[in-house]
C-alpha cells in the first residue's frame, strides 16, 4: 500500500522560500510519477508540478514556473517541492499524489497524502 506524507508548510512573508517534503512508501516500479497540487481557500484542486523519478524529468504549472522546484532523493524515497518568491495567491494546502495533473485522482484510488499548510502573508 502506497503512503505519502506532507512536511514543510508554515507561515511564511511574500517573497520568502519553503521546501516541502513528500515522504513516500510502498512506492512500485510502477508508481513512476509524483505530483504536487493544492488548494486555495474556497477553489479546486489544482496541478502544481511533476516528476518522473525513474529519469528525473519534471513539469510545472505555468503560474509556478522560474519560481518553484520539484526534486526527489530516491534512496530516500522523498520528492521535495522548493518553493521561492512566494506571493499571497501561493496560500494553499499542498496535497503530493502518486499521479500527476488530475485533481481528482483520489477518486480512481491513486493515494494522495493528507496535505500542508502554506500560508503567505503580504
Known amino acids: 500500500e502506497v503512503q505519502l506524507v506532507e512536511s514543510g508548510g508554515g507561515l511564511v512573508q511574500a517573497g520568502g522560500s519553503l521546501r516541502l517534503s513528500c515522504a513516500a512508501s510502498?512506492?512500485?516500479?510502477?508508481?513512476?510519477?509524483i505530483g504536487w497540487f493544492r488548494q486555495a481557500p474556497g477553489k479546486g484542486r489544482e496541478g502544481v508540478s511533476c516528476?518522473?523519478?525513474?529519469?528525473?524529468?519534471?513539469d510545472y504549472a505555468d503560474f509556478v514556473k522560474g519560481r518553484f522546484t520539484i526534486s526527489s532523493d530516491n534512496a530516500k524515497n522523498t520528492v521535495y517541492l522548493q518553493m521561492n518568491s512566494l506571493k499571497p495567491e501561493d496560500t494553499a494546502i499542498y496535497y503530493c499524489s502518486a499521479s500527476c495533473w488530475n485533481p481528482d485522482s483520489d477518486l480512481l484510488g491513486i493515494p494522495w497524502g493528507q496535505g500542508t499548510q502554506v500560508t503567505v502573508s503580504s
Open positions: 516528476i518522473r523519478l525513474s529519469d528525473g524529468s519534471t
Open positions: 510502498g512506492l512500485t516500479f510502477e508508481d513512476d510519477r
